[in-house]
């Protein structure tokens, strides 16, 4: 598949949908490259990858070293690197910490969560050469604040903000945003109401494409599993099995054969 670019990827809407997964590693990022547009080196990292709680403690490092590992097995991707809580809290830390994305990985673009209130972060990014992708809706860095993972988009107030944060989002120079934890029929308006493409994540399937944690697609994370996850493999049941056998195997001495001896 040819590699996207940020004017192939506005091209997509109205067209067909985007195909959107998280990958932090090279290993994984090659075996699921063959079947996305993009791929997301997400800060959910800091959950699925080094087993915390929430987002919030990745660091610029931590990106920055998973960033560089998916551009190495995923050559052919568009890579989107994740902006961790507390780096972009003003125009010069965000371009600083950007910079270095652009500088020290090959990454294609940076993920910014937040809508009206970032406008102006997102607008200082891209008048310096930074690509952005937009993110509204749930927003996982606010999971403190707001005391917990809350579904936008319920009440009449918070559906007008969706789409004052999409177009300003839109306005300020994002060629395209993720949409999270949003009502369907919200989210389906939101996608109308810009022109760049939107993509859900619990969002419904009425919008510009789809992104999932490649964690909890593939059935791997066990934890706990939101409604708007469909686990494609049983990736854990699978792993266990495997080891499992393996253990077996080498305490029964029936590993290794003949043909895995020099
Ligand atoms: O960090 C992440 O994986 C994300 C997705 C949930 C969109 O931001």
């Known amino acids: 598949m040819k590699k996207m ?69 995923a050559k052919n991707s568009f890579v989107i690197c994740d902006m961790p809580f507390g780096t972009y809290i003003s125009k010069d830390v965000a371009l600083q910490n950007a910079m270095r994305v652009f500088q020290e990985t090959p990454a294609d673009c940076v993920k910014i969560e937040g809508g009206a209130d970032k406008a102006d972060i997102i607008k200082h990014l891209c008048s310096n050469g930074i690509a952005v992708c937009g993110h509204i809706g749930l927003l996982p860095q606010s999971v403190r604040s707001e005391g917990g993972y809350k579904v936008k988009g319920k009440t009449e107030k918070e559906a007008l903000q ?63 599993t939101p409604k708007f996850v469909k686990k494609y493999l049983d990736g854990a049941g699978l792993v266990k099995d495997a080891m499992k056998t393996y253990s077996d195997e080498v305490q029964k001495k029936e590993f290794p054969q003949e043909i895995h001896t020099y």
């Open 162 to 224: 969706l789409i004052e944060d999409a177009k300003a989002v839109e306005e300020a120079g994002a060629f395209c945003m993720v949409i999270e934890g949003v009502k369907a029929d919200v989210a389906c308006e939101v996608a109308k109401c810009v022109d760049i493409p939107v993509i859900g994540i619990g969002a419904g399937v009425e919008v510009d494409g789809q992104v999932l944690v490649f964690s909890d697609m593939l059935g791997f994370f066990e934890s706990f």
């Open 5 to 73: 670019t940020t004017s192939s990827i506005k091209k997509t809407k109205g067209v067909r949908p985007l195909v959107m997964i998280t990958a932090y590693d090279a290993l994984f990022a090659s075996l699921l490259e063959p079947s996305s547009d993009m791929i997301l080196v997400g800060d959910s990292l800091n959950m699925s990858f080094a087993g915390k709680s929430d987002t919030l403690s990745a660091t610029m490092e931590q990106m920055l070293y998973h960033t560089n590992a998916v551009c190495m097995g």
